[in-house]
């Protein structure tokens, strides 16, 4: 059943791009121009399933809608842990054509690269010098890390979200897509704004979260944590780029539990609610909907189910993401057009900031 999903999906990644543009009958929809969106991915392999479904395909939905959109491939967050030279740069790469294949359009949105743009770091440094330690020690995210690694943790690890907050601030964001685990930062990216602007006049718009529809995706293997491209288990991530055998491969040793109907309880079914999580997504039908489809199924059967509605579903990705990395000259020119663009909004901005604070 997967093999054939995936037979019918061949040849289609030739229309990709002309679905970024919708058909020439259809008027384009007006565009929110009060807004700025702002977000971005680090360069850290290929995506797997929940960054496509928590954050990827909200981005392709917001540069439709708004008319003010970046989206960075954020590098310089990627070295808080030690990166190969070389396969850091082929990753920016390969995360460059995943966009692009997922949908990411450079010519509706601006697509570019952290640290080509010098004004990040020096804003961060500014807003560093603002925040205390304690509130950085305080952050979720760097107490479970320093759980693990105990005394390893870099300084950057420690103060990557002042440098997060700086990425937003310099484009004078309005609105920034996150996810549930991203909530803390962001209050933080407020708490700079209004800081700054208490101290130096209004200047910053305060950004607001959205927050995506889809909650996080979690683990294959334990339903209590969330997919990471950092999970030591295999067979815990779908990575866009899988074939359909390992899909198939990944969803079968899925966790579940002993019942074996399909059913959506996440408190008390966390296993077979990710996977009726994930097939609604993938799909585009509603939980109920995928429940009600799936009646009489058992878990065993079902797993095949969702994982043929994955290879469809990134079939036609797959193939371009393949297509693109082998047009290099093309994914440089993407990133080189997007810092052009980028530069001419940040460079302003950033030497406002100086003259504010003093340097200028």
């Not at 229309?15 to 807004?35: C, N, S, W, Y």
Request: glycine share 6%.
């Amino acid at each position: 059943m997967a093999l054939h999903s995936m037979r019918k999906a061949r040849g289609c990644w030739t229309f990709i791009r002309a679905l970024h543009q919708g058909p020439e009958a259809v008027p384009a929809p007006q565009k929110d121009a009060t807004k700025r969106i702002f977000s971005g991915i680090q360069p850290t392999g290929i995506p797997h399933l929940g960054n496509y479904l928590g954050a990827i395909e909200s981005w392709v939905r917001l540069q439709d809608e708004h008319g003010s959109v970046l989206y960075s491939i954020v590098d310089l967050h990627s070295i808080t842990v030690p990166q190969d030279p070389a396969f850091l740069r082929q990753s920016i790469l390969d995360m460059t054509a995943a966009l692009l294949a997922c949908g990411i359009n450079p010519e509706k949105c601006i697509l570019f690269q952290q640290s080509q743009v010098s004004e990040h770091t020096q804003l961060s440094w500014i807003l560093t010098c603002m925040v205390r330690l304690p509130r950085l020690q305080h952050l979720h995210q760097w107490k479970a890390k320093t759980a693990t690694e105990k005394h390893s943790g870099t300084v950057g690890l420690l103060t990557y979200p002042v440098l997060q907050a700086a990425d937003i601030l310099l484009y004078k964001s309005t609105h920034v897509p996150v996810g549930e685990d991203q909530v803390q930062h962001m209050e933080l990216v407020q708490d700079l704004a209004q800081g700054f602007n208490k101290k130096f006049g209004e200047f910053f718009p305060v950004p607001k979260s959205i927050l995506t529809s889809m909650k996080k995706v979690k683990s294959l293997r334990d339903p209590s944590a969330k997919m990471s491209k950092s999970d030591p288990d295999k067979l815990a991530t779908v990575r866009i780029t899988d074939s359909p055998e390992e899909i198939v491969q990944k969803f079968r040793k899925a966790v579940t539990d002993f019942n074996s109907e399909v059913t959506y309880d996440p408190a008390q079914r966390g296993g077979v609610s990710n996977l009726v999580a994930i097939h609604a997504a993938v799909t585009g039908l509603p939980v109920e909907e995928v429940v009600r489809r799936s009646a009489g199924f058992d878990t065993a059967r079902y797993k095949l189910v969702v994982a043929d509605a994955v290879i469809e579903k990134f079939a036609p990705i797959k193939s371009e993401i393949e297509k693109l990395k082998m047009d290099k000259g093309y994914l440089d020119k993407v990133l080189q057009d997007g810092l052009a663009k980028a530069k001419e909004l940040a460079y302003p901005v950033c030497q406002e900031v100086k003259k504010l604070v003093g340097f200028l």
